[in-house]
């Protein structure tokens, strides 16, 4: 079964990091670019980063540039998304998701995604 | 970059046809066919409707099209059915070589 399964959400203080997993399973992981969307309570989807198959190329939405780090372990099948200094506006349930492409230029759909982790950012 | 332009909003009632639009600029969906439509049913992970404006993933309903003119692309479905209602959104590669989703169009089936 194809499947993708994150962990590392909870509840974490602002100026706080906190480290969110993927682990994929049922394809051929390191065919893909994977990627990090998320969704604020109550509100629309939003692009977080993306990661192409070998990580030779990496991008990342202009809200978490430089605070937000993605990698991958192809021996492990496994996505991951350090997040520093993390705000109150990064609330949100974070989804992996697999793209059709090996690449992420261009950043094309989303075919497979998991059931999220929430991540909770407050005092 | 501001989200790509949905309705909040679109119904129509069992049978009938609707148009969900999405409207960006030739930054994105104008300049790029990388536009894709999600499905997105209360507590799930999206789904995947449409890739590359207007191909189907194996497994969707041959009721969802999509297409594109200039700046806005558009989703159709067809013979509305009660399960359709749910939440569209539509993304779009940019050149900053970022994604960019809209905000969500919430389907109500009458």
């Known amino acids: 079964e194809v499947q993708l399964v994150e962990s590392g959400g909870g509840l974490v203080q602002p100026g706080r990091s906190l480290r969110l997993s993927c682990a994929a399973s049922?394809?051929?992981?390191?065919?893909?670019?994977m990627h990090w969307v998320r969704q604020a309570p109550g509100k629309g989807l939003e692009w977080v980063s993306g990661i192409s198959w070998n990580s030779g190329s990496i991008g990342y939405a202009d809200s978490v540039k430089g605070r937000f780090t993605i990698s991958r372990d192809n021996a492990k099948n496994s996505l991951y998304l350090q997040m520093n200094s993390l705000r109150a506006e990064d609330t949100a349930l974070y989804y992996c998701?697999?793209?059709?492409?090996?690449?992420?230029?261009?950043?094309?759909?989303?075919?497979?995604w998991g059931q999220g982790t929430m991540v909770t950012v407050s005092s | 970059q501001s989200a790509l332009t949905q309705p909040a909003s679109v119904s129509g009632s069992p049978g009938q046809s609707i148009t969900i639009s999405c409207t960006g600029t030739s930054s994105d969906v104008g300049g790029y066919n990388y536009v894709s439509w999600y499905q997105q049913h209360p507590g799930k992970a999206p789904k995947l409707m449409i890739y590359e404006v207007s191909n189907r993933p194996s497994g969707v309903s041959n009721r969802f099209s999509g297409s594109k003119s200039g700046n806005t692309a558009s989703l159709t479905i067809s013979g509305l059915q009660a399960e359709d209602e749910a939440d569209y959104y539509c993304?779009?590669?940019?050149?900053?070589?970022?994604?960019?989703f809209g905000g969500g169009t919430k389907l109500t089936v009458l």
């Open positions: 993304s779009s590669y940019t050149s900053s070589s970022t994604l960019l």
């Open positions: 049922g394809f051929t992981f390191d065919d893909y670019a």
């Open positions: 998701a697999k793209d059709v492409r090996t690449t992420v230029t261009p950043v094309d759909a989303f075919d497979i």
